[in-house]
Every structure is written in C-alpha cells, then in structure tokens.
C-alpha cells in the first residue's frame, strides 16, 4: 500500500514530477509495453513502435526502460505510451497511473459494488 494515487478523484497538476518519480519506481518498461500492446516480452524483446522491427527493443538490465538495437531510439514507459498510443505528456502520465493503480490494487473484475463512486 503506497498511498501514492489518493482514491479522491483529485489528481493535483503542480505535481507532475513528483508523479513522474512514482510512476519510475512503481512500473516497468514491460508493464508499459503490454499496455500499450506491444508484441514481445521483457526476455526477448519488444517490436520497436519507431521503426517497426520485430523484436528489436531490448530492456535495460533495470528493466525501467529499452533501447531499439535497430534505430537506435530510446524509450522509457512513458515515451513508449506517447508513441504508440500518441498521447501528449499529461495524457502519458495519466495513462500510467491508471496502470499502476490496477497493478497496486488487484481489481475486483467480478464485483461490481462501486457504490462509492459517485
Ligand atoms: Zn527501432
């Protein structure tokens, strides 16, 4: 239990580092790229969005972001959401909150009781 994504429905935008930096720790380059689609997996590596090869993107022994063996682009989790999803900025980070927090908390997908939504 983080704390990090209060359940309030206010998502404050002075903070947009601050949740960047929390995304970093709370993601991994995989979780974006299977999110967002991608074909392949953190072992063999992922289709490259930029130049379209297959199985070129390769993870970072940190696994916090991937490098295309052919083009040579660069991404982390957010650059790979912008890029497949063509997202601006706010919309990336947006995006991967959703993400963590379904990853943070398993989802109750066969509940229903939402009765504190409002
Ligand atoms: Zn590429």
């Given at each position: 239990m ?6 309030d429905g206010?998502?404050p935008?002075?903070?947009?580092s601050?949740r ?12 974006a ?5 991608l074909?392949g997996s953190s072992e063999?590596?992922w289709?490259?969005?930029?130049c379209?090869?297959?199985l ?5 022994r ?10 040579g682009t660069?991404?982390?989790a957010l ?11 706010p919309?990336?980070?947006?995006f991967l909150?959703d993400?963590?927090?379904?990853e943070a908390?398993?989802?109750d997908?066969?509940?229903?009781d939402?009765?504190?939504c409002d």
């Amino acid at each position: 239990m983080s704390g990090l994504f209060a359940d309030d429905g206010i998502r404050p935008e002075l903070d947009l580092s601050s949740r960047i930096e929390a995304l970093k720790s709370a993601l991994v380059f995989g979780d974006a790229a299977q999110a967002v689609g991608l074909q392949g997996s953190s072992e063999h590596g992922w289709n490259c969005p930029t130049c379209l090869s297959g199985l070129s993107l390769k993870e970072r022994r940190d696994h916090k972001g991937a490098r295309c063996s052919v083009c040579g682009t660069g991404f982390d989790a957010l650059k790979v959401v912008m890029t497949v999803e063509r997202l601006g900025f706010p919309a990336a980070v947006t995006f991967l909150e959703d993400l963590a927090s379904s990853e943070a908390e398993t989802p109750d997908l066969f509940g229903g009781d939402h009765d504190e939504c409002d």
